[in-house]
């Protein structure tokens, strides 16, 4: 048997992929129903092992199931954790020979490269709960609404964004999209994610953390989830 052996498990609730080394195996898992396919695993991952999801093969509007990240190129990820230490949702965890990583033992946070993420626990639709650690805007850039989509107020797990009504009378005018409630917005990018045109850009104004950081890893990971926007991305590759 050649090492390392990579295996991968895609089920409706779980995804995960293992690579057993000759000493130690570790294990990502993705609980799907957890994910809200909001993409921060994929802005921070300093490898671009996690991919945005299949959005792009997608039906035209996309909904959450369209948008939930896809788990991993095996050979470019390191297992670093950042994308488990970094998700709002906790719907990711990290294995070593089949023990779950605490989040304060993942190594990038114990020896202090990263930041202690310093969060407020929300309570969300469906029973979901999320850690707000950001402080964020939604920047909606009306002419380019695909008008009727609905896509930003299907995902938004927090029911912070709702479709304008239609005006009663043709010569009136209205916003296609509005954010109804900014407070209970836990700034986590669903709706940037999956709005099809770019309409809506998430706007991270702040992360709140403390402690000690690497200035080599920290600043450019806060970089890559301010600025990281799909549709610069896939216009840069063309």
């Known amino acids: ?13 779980i995804e995960s992929i293992k690579v057993q080394f000759l000493i130690e195996n570790l294990e990502l898992i993705l609980n799907r129903d957890k994910c809200v396919g909001c993409g921060t695993c ?3 991952c300093p490898k671009d092992a996690i991919s945005r999801g299949p959005v792009g093969a997608s039906r035209r509007f996309p909904t959450t199931e369209d948008i939930i990240p896809e788990l991993y190129d095996p050979k470019l990820c390191v297992f670093c954790g950042t994308c488990v ?8 965890t990290m294995k070593k020979d089949g023990e779950i990583f605490n989040l304060t033992d993942i190594p990038l946070v114990a020896q202090k490269v990263m930041p202690t993420l310093e969060f407020e626990t929300k309570k969300l639709l469906n029973d979901r ?3 707000q650690w950001a402080k964020a805007t939604v920047k909606v ?29 043709g010569w009136e005018m209205s916003k296609n999209v509005e954010v109804v409630d900014e407070d ?10 999956a709005c099809p045109t770019g ?9 709140h953390t403390s402690g000690e950081f690497e200035e080599r890893y920290w600043p450019p990971l806060l970089e890559r989830l301010k ?12």
């Open 129 to 131: 709960i999320a850690k």
């Open 85 to 92: 230490y970094c998700c709002p949702f906790g719907a990711l």
């Open 1 to 13: 048997m050649s090492f390392p052996k990579i295996s991968r498990e895609i089920s409706k609730e």
């Open 199 to 207: 309409a809506l850009v998430l706007d991270i104004i702040e992360v």
């Open 227 to 238: 600025t990281l926007r799909w549709s610069k991305k896939e216009e840069a590759v063309k």
């Open 184 to 193: 209970a917005c836990v700034a986590c990018g669903a709706c940037d994610n």
């Open 141 to 169: 850039i009306d002419e380019e609404c695909a008008k009727g989509c609905g896509s930003c107020a299907e995902v938004c797990p927090s029911g912070s964004i709702e479709i304008a009504k239609r005006p009663e009378h």
């Open 42 to 44: 994929a802005r921070v």
